[in-house]
Nanobody
Framework: QVQLVESGGGLVQAGGSLRLSCVAS????????MGWFRQAPGKEREFVAD????????FYADSVKGRFTISRDNAKTTVYLQMNSLKPEDTAVYYC?????????????????WGQGTQVTVSS
């Protein structure tokens, strides 16, 4: 079993930046695609970005492309989400996720591991 623990959420003004971190409890996470999802109040959880375990290939939702950057440090079993030019519509609980299959991860349903979430609030 792998535990994912997010941190870095908070309150920021529109146009500002935040960096989220997600630390995995086991080094075996190195072989997983890791990603971020978010869920705004009253809305379904949506995919944000993911990064492959080898090569670092990244994939982004259109809504965050050009503003968010996902990265990972396998030595630290950590994945990051750098969020720039934040908008009020980015307000949500952000969840870290991991799965061996990137297609399964992006589907967001039968994902192997989830974190507990961290709140991001962007004020206008």
């Amino acid at each position: 079993q792998v535990q994912l623990v997010e941190s870095g959420g908070g309150l920021v003004q529109a146009g500002g930046s935040l960096r989220l971190s997600c630390v995995a409890s086991r080094r075996s996470i190195t072989y997983y695609t890791m990603g971020w999802f978010r869920q705004a109040p009253g809305k379904e959880r949506e995919f944000v970005a993911d990064i492959s375990w080898i090569g670092g290939a990244t994939f982004y939702a259109d809504s965050v492309k050009g503003r968010f950057t996902i990265s990972r440090d396998n030595a630290k079993t950590t994945v990051y989400l750098q969020m720039n030019s934040l908008k009020p519509e980015d307000t949500a609980v952000y969840y870290c996720a991991a799965d061996k299959d990137p297609v399964t991860l992006r589907g967001g349903v039968t994902v192997d591991y989830w974190g507990q979430g961290t709140q991001v609030t962007v004020s206008s």
